[in-house]
């Protein structure tokens, strides 16, 4: 076991369920495995040359790391960015694991980012020469206050109907994927466009994270009214990164450890970076 017999192959379609039924088994229960191969598959369209690369000994399932790739403006050029995405490997092959991220990371003509790093994999990803974004994170608790003048629109069709160009592309690309919740704050005639998704900490299923913040500057009016959005959907408390919403609600507490996330590219720099096209859209953990 965990010897060069075990064979290094790429994650295609076909291989999906039981990858799938191996995420499930070996990294997060709390999806099914059917939720674990609609996760696997984006949303938007992309000539994906894998869904990532796994191990397989005696045709066994033994190690997986998950990528999400996307076509993405970098330095005014459409590059081709791979996000990568669950790393989860049999301790009997734990030896074997770095021959998954060798694979990824061998890719040519690819960036890279890492936007939910862990324990170990920091440290190594500063190895491999990833860099940090700047993280800061403020957690906010959310309330149900009275809010004028903004309104809610959460139905999809309506919210395609509100969002026109870029946006409305976000929306057309993200509409499906699993993780990522919408909602559009009708802040004065103007349509503030927000992604979220629901997020776990310390066992604890009651986090928002903001992931996508059209249009920054109306957030501090809108901010009442999404707060209490937000709390109806069960988020007691939000995460706000000051790079997504480029502003601090009040009442918040900066973190002293905010989670990191990482990227990786000759050219990309980190205002090129944002949270969409990514695992953290895609899989609800």
């Known amino acids: 076991m965990g010897g060069t017999a075990v064979a290094l192959v790429p994650i295609t379609g076909a291989d999906v369920p039981e990858v799938a039924a191996y995420l499930n088994r070996a990294l997060n229960p709390r999806l099914s495995p059917d939720q674990w191969a609609r996760a696997m598959v984006p949303t938007w369209s992309v000539d994906a040359p894998n869904h990532g690369f796994h191990l397989r000994d005696e045709g066994e399932v033994v190690g997986v790391a998950l990528a999400f790739y996307a076509d993405r403006t970098v330095a005014g050029r459409t590059r081709r960015v791979c996000n990568l995405g669950a790393w989860c490997v049999d301790e009997a092959y734990q030896a074997q694991g770095l021959r998954l991220l060798r694979a990824l990371l061998g890719q040519r003509d690819h960036h890279f980012t890492d936007l939910s790093p862990s324990g170990n994999v920091v440290a190594l990803n500063e190895r491999l020469k990833f860099r940090h974004l700047d993280t800061t994170t403020a957690l906010v608790p959310n309330f149900a206050v009275p809010s004028r003048g903004v309104r809610v629109v959460t139905d999809p069709d309506q919210i395609a109907g509100r969002l026109v160009g870029k946006q409305r592309r976000i929306f057309d690309d993200h509409r499906g994927a699993a993780a990522a919740r919408h909602v559009v704050l009708d802040v004065g005639g103007r349509s503030l466009?927000?992604?979220?998704?629901?997020?776990?900490?310390?066992?604890?299923?009651?986090?928002?994270?903001?992931?996508?913040?059209?249009?920054?500057?109306?957030?501090?009016?809108?901010?009442?009214?999404?707060?209490?959005?937000?709390?109806?959907?069960?988020?007691?408390?939000?995460?706000?990164?000051?790079?997504?919403?480029?502003?601090?609600?009040?009442?918040?507490?900066?973190?002293?450890?905010?989670?990191?996330?990482?990227?990786?590219?000759?050219?990309?720099?980190?205002?090129?970076?944002?949270?969409?096209y990514s695992e953290l859209t895609c899989v609800a953990w």
Not at 210 to 221: A, D, F, Y
Not at 228 to 233: A, G
Not at 257 to 273: N, S, T
């Open 193 to 276: 466009y927000v992604i979220h998704r629901k997020d776990r900490r310390k066992g604890l299923p009651v986090f928002a994270s903001l992931l996508h913040v059209s249009e920054p500057e109306l957030l501090p009016r809108a901010w009442p009214r999404l707060s209490s959005h937000l709390l109806r959907q069960g988020a007691l408390v939000t995460l706000v990164e000051e790079r997504v919403a480029g502003w601090t609600p009040p009442g918040a507490r900066v973190l002293a450890r905010p989670r990191p996330k990482m990227f990786r590219g000759d050219d990309l720099v980190a205002e090129d970076v944002d949270y969409l």
